[in-house]
């Protein structure tokens, strides 16, 4: 439990008299404090992880309040500042909580709405900290990996987890979108109420969209591919957001996952400028794991071993040379694809290997057709083994209509349900 002494408060204010006074107030109720004249010192103490609370003049020469918390915001946008004013300048208070301040004070300060404003702002960002803490200990846990990019990720999950807005998720199939966007429901105060996700295509009228937002009121939707949906049930969804936001009640939160940048579905006027616009402000891209090669060898050797512990039998070694192999790999399917090769590795099928199937022209006795027949049929089989019977995700990786697909696979009496491997 976080005590009261351990959330630091600083004082920025450049009238020393003030400072003195404020400070042995707070010191006095047992708060921690540090007291600065110039804004610029102080902001050089604040970081990004920084637990405190921020207590600022709103004029001062050096830098003014209004700028000083645009600074603190762009920091983390979590930090909460308490703002000093005028007496009677409720104008500037107000614009400063526009911008960002979490409440304000008139001059002269009165030693007990200062007390108790504290105190209350104190409980608030007590309760956030913990819940950090609790993000910390989770996210290592949930996405694995030592790279500078995976830690990127958990920084963008751990602040957006705690605020209260929508989020879009951009990257390729099987970086893991959807277990950031489960993650972001999951670690946020909505995590007692309905989780939904839906795809694009499933929403195919405003009734639909309607009814969904209703079901999932307080808990989280995300949607996939919104550039699916028609004009009209976008058009419906631009509405709800909006009134959302210029109300200040989210009743929902929607996290949004998009395969490619939602620019190219807006060239393509798939996507509506105003959804688009209200879709993208906030928003961060996961990258793909060729982009993580430093990540591939830990993640294989997690899931083989889950894998194993399933299947009841001892973790194989594995050859250094095959780590080379993996990392060579382009991974057109991501971590999906690669969970799913440990998980054939651990049943004995060793996908990805040096086996050459190009075989000198000598020996093709098979006519042409055949011999494109056998190769088609091979190439669908490995990706049906290496997304374990996930249609959707095979067609993506082969870059193939799913219903073509789909006929493929009756041609060459294919059965997704004899690919899937739940372990």
């Not at 920025?12 to 400072?19: A, C, E, R, T």
């Not at 600022?56 to 000083?68: A, Q």
């Not at 803490?133 to 957006?160: W, Y």
């Not at 093709?364 to 494109?372: A, F, Q, T």
């Amino acid at each position: 439990m976080i005590l009261k002494n351990d959330i630091q408060v600083v004082l920025i204010d450049d009238d020393q008299h003030v400072l003195d006074s404020c400070q042995h107030l707070l010191q006095l109720a047992g708060y921690t404090t540090r007291a600065f004249q110039d804004p610029c010192q102080a902001l050089e103490q604040i970081h990004s992880n920084w637990s405190g609370v921020i207590l600022t003049d709103i004029y001062m020469p050096t830098m003014s309040g209004m700028d000083l918390i645009d600074k603190v915001k762009e920091i983390s946008p979590h930090l909460p500042i308490i703002t000093i004013t005028g007496h009677g300048d409720i104008s500037m208070a107000v614009e400063a909580m526009q911008k960002g301040a979490i409440d304000y004070l008139e001059k002269p300060l009165k030693p007990k709405k200062l007390l108790n404003l504290l105190e209350k702002v104190i409980r608030q960002r007590t309760k956030m900290v913990e819940q950090w803490q609790r993000i910390e200990n989770v996210l290592p846990e949930q996405l694995l990996g030592d790279s500078d990019e995976i830690e990127v990720i958990r920084q963008h999950i751990k602040l957006l987890a705690t605020a209260d807005k929508d989020v879009l998720i951009q990257g390729e199939n099987g970086v893991g979108r959807y277990t950031a966007a489960k993650l972001l429901h999951e670690l946020s105060p909505r995590k007692e109420y309905p989780l939904f996700v839906k795809h694009g295509d499933d929403l195919d009228s405003v009734s639909k969209l309607e009814q969904v937002f209703i079901e999932a009121e307080h808990g989280t939707i995300i949607l996939h591919d919104p550039s699916d949906m028609s004009e009209k049930v976008q058009r419906f969804l631009s509405h709800i957001l909006l009134n959302q936001e210029r109300s200040g009640k989210r009743t929902v939160k929607l996290l949004v996952v998009f395969g490619e940048h939602p620019e190219v579905y807006l060239q393509k006027n798939c996507l509506l400028p105003e959804l688009y616009y209200l879709l993208s402000q906030v928003r961060f891209v996961i990258p793909p794991l060729r982009k993580r090669a430093n990540d591939i060898t830990l993640l294989f050797q997690h899931f083989l071993k889950s894998s194993c512990a399933l299947l009841g039998k001892q973790t194989p070694k594995i050859d250094k040379a095959y780590f080379t192999t993996l990392k060579r790999h382009q991974w057109p399917g991501n971590i999906r694809e690669l969970k799913n090769v440990a998980e054939l590795y651990a049943i004995g099928i060793v996908k990805l290997s040096t086996a050459n199937r190009v075989h000198p022209i000598e020996q093709m006795k098979n006519p042409l057709d055949n011999l494109v027949e056998q190769y088609e049929k091979q190439l669908i089989e490995d990706a049906l083994y290496l997304f374990s019977g996930q249609v959707n995700d095979v067609s993506d990786y082969l870059q193939i209509q799913r219903k073509k697909l789909y006929l493929r696979m009756k041609k060459y009496n294919l059965d997704k349900a004899n690919y899937k491997f739940d372990i």
